[in-house]
């Protein structure tokens, strides 16, 4: 079997956590060690200890070297990865009420600049409603197609980035709806 190298840049307190996560699951699952994430007791029982215990080592490792520094200096008393993995959630995913408002303030306060990429602006947008997501905050899809259009100017010229905008609206739609 040939050894694969991915390139996912270390977990650090500007990286967008969600998408981190989820690239890391990949990685951890092209390994088979996804199953380590969820807790010793729960992989499968077709497994011996030492097999769940070499696994789970294995997933620590792969975690603990996908940490910048500092995130690694909060989490190095996990001893498992789903214990890490938990904590990661903790860390940079909190639910406290403080990060809800910061991150509604930064749903409702994103705008599209004068010159500014439409795709870019709908990517943040994206990424503010996967970290709501995360913190099981909800939002009707109608609000959610409100707030994005109030985020657009008043006035956007020309014609191809009206419809580019319709076009990524509806594709937005579709994304919140699966």
Not at 19 to 29: H, T
Not at 82 to 106: D, F, N, P
Request: aromatic share 6%.
């Amino acid at each position: 079997m040939a050894s694969l190298k991915y390139e996912i840049p270390l977990l650090d307190r500007n990286t967008r956590f969600a998408l981190w996560q989820i690239k890391m699951q990949a990685v951890l699952a092209q390994m088979d060690l996804e199953d380590a994430l969820l807790g010793i007791d729960k992989m499968p029982s077709t497994l011996t200890d030492e097999e769940k215990k070499r696994k789970d080592r294995k997933a620590l490792t792969q975690l603990h070297l996908h940490l910048s520094n500092e995130i690694l200096q909060d989490v190095m008393k996990e001893k498992t990865a789903a214990a890490l993995w938990k904590r990661l959630e903790q860390i940079c995913m909190s639910k406290t009420l403080t990060s809800k408002l910061h991150m509604k303030q930064r749903l409702y306060a994103h705008r599209l600049e004068e010159g500014a990429s439409v795709h870019e602006h709908l990517t943040v947008f994206k990424e503010i409603l996967s970290n709501l997501e995360a913190m099981e905050v909800q939002y009707d899809k109608e609000d959610l197609g409100l707030i994005l259009l109030c985020s657009l100017p008043r006035l956007i010229q020309p014609l191809e980035t009206r419809f580019y905008i319709a076009a990524s609206l509806s594709q937005l739609m579709r994304f919140m709806i699966l």
